[in-house]
C-alpha cells in the first residue's frame, strides 16, 4: 500500500533550514513515540508531558489515537492493513511536526513491531524515541478505564490488543516505563530528563 | 473513501488547551490554502511568507506538493479519487498544524472547487484563508520552470491541469494575487498584511 506511485516530483528545499528554524526555536523536532496496551497509561503522561514542555517554553503536540481518527485517519479500520497504514500515516506527520522543530508526542497502541520499525525507520537517527510503557496484561484490564478490556472478553470487540491480538513489546526502546512502580508525573519527567540530556531541548 | 469507518473513539481534549497554547505562542494557528496552476508561483511566495513570519518570530511551516508525496501521500497516484484523497489528507494535517498554533501554509494545484471546499468545511471559521495565485495558462506555460507544461503538450504527461484537466478557480478566495503583475515579495506581504489584520499573529 505504501509504495512509491508519484512521479514527476522533486524534493523541493525550502527557504528556511531546519537548522535555521531550530535555532528560532530553541529547541530540536522529534518524535516522541509512546507504545503500550490499551489503559497502560500513554495518554495520560503524553499529557503530562505536553504541558511540562510547553511550561518550559517548548513547542510540543500530542498526536493521539482517539482524536486522529476523527480527522486525517477517518477512511481506516481495524483490518491489518488499515492498521498499518494508520500508524504509517501518524508516523510521517510526527515527521513533519518534527520536522517544522515541535516535539512530537504519539500515543497509540500501535502493537506490532514492524509497523513501528517502519517509522523509526523513515524518522531520521535520532529523531525517532520510543517509550514503552509498559503494563502487565492483568494489570492494564484490572485499570479498564473506558471499559473496553471488558467489551473485548465479552466478544463484543473483535481484534483487541491483548485479548484476541497481539501485543508485540519493544525490543530496543530508548525509554521503559512500568507504569505498575512508577506514576505519572513521574514517567513524564523521565522522558521530559531525556529530552534534556539528549540536547533537544536546546538548538 | 473519506466515510468515518473507526468506532469505540471519543474526542479526547489535551491537557492543554488551543486558547492555553496561543497565549503562549503569541499567534493563532491557522491554514493559509494556496491555490493556482503549476508555474503560478505558489511555492516561491509560500517560501517567502514562511520566510518573513519566522523573521518575525511567528511559528509557520510549508506543506508542498513536491516533499509531502514522498511521505504521507506516497502511495496515492494521481487518479481523480487520489487526488482527492490527497488534499483532504494535507487539509487534516494542516488542521493539526492549526491546532498546534502553528501558520500552515499549503502550495498545492489543489484544482478542484469541490476538494478544496470540503478542506474549508473541515477546518473551523476563520481557521482557513483561501489564496488564489492567479496565472493565465499562457503566461503560466512562458514560465515552464520544470518543462512540465512542454511535456504535458506533447502527451508525456497524462491528466495535466491546465491542459488536458480542468482547473476550477476560487470564487470566494479570502485573497487573490495575479502574479502577472505582482512580484512575489510583494504577494507575500499582502498575505502577511491580511494575517497582521485579522489578529493571527498576536495571541
Given at each position: 500500500m505504501a509504495e512509491q506511485k508519484a512521479t514527476n516530483i522533486t524534493w523541493h528545499e525550502g527557504s528556511v533550514s531546519r537548522q535555521e528554524r531550530q535555532k528560532l526555536m530553541n529547541q530540536k523536532g522529534v518524535t516522541v513515540w509512546m507504545t503500550g496496551?490499551?489503559?497502560?497509561g500513554k495518554s495520560t503522561i503524553a499529557c503530562i508531558l505536553e504541558q511540562m514542555l510547553l511550561n518550559r517554553k517548548k513547542q510540543a503536540y500530542r498526536l493521539d489515537g482517539d482524536n486522529i481518527r476523527h480527522g486525517?485517519?477517518?477512511?481506516?479500520?481495524?483490518s491489518a492493513e488499515d492498521r498499518a497504514e494508520n500508524i504509517r500515516r501518524i508516523g510521517e506527520v510526527a515527521k513533519l511536526f518534527a520536522d517544522a522543530g515541535v516535539i512530537a508526542i504519539t500515543s497509540f497502541i500501535s502493537p506490532y513491531l514492524k509497523d513501528r520499525d517502519a517509522v523509526r525507520a523513515s524518522a531520521g537517527t535520532g529523531e525517532f524515541i520510543e517509550v514503552y510503557v509498559k503494563v502487565s496484561l492483568e494489570a492494564a484490564e484490572q485499570r479498564d478505564p473506558k471499559g473496553l478490556y471488558k467489551k473485548a472478553r465479552a466478544g463484543q470487540?473483535?481484534?483487541f490488543t491483548g485479548i484476541d491480538d497481539p501485543y508485540e513489546a519493544p525490543t530496543k526502546a530508548e525509554i521503559v516505563i512500568d507504569t505498575e512502580t512508577t506514576k505519572p508525573d513521574a514517567a513524564a519527567k523521565q522522558i521530559l530528563d531525556y529530552l534534556e540530556r539528549g540536547g533537544y531541548l536546546a538548538a
Open positions: 496496551l490499551s489503559a497502560s486525517l485517519n477517518k477512511n481506516l479500520g481495524f470487540i473483535k481484534g
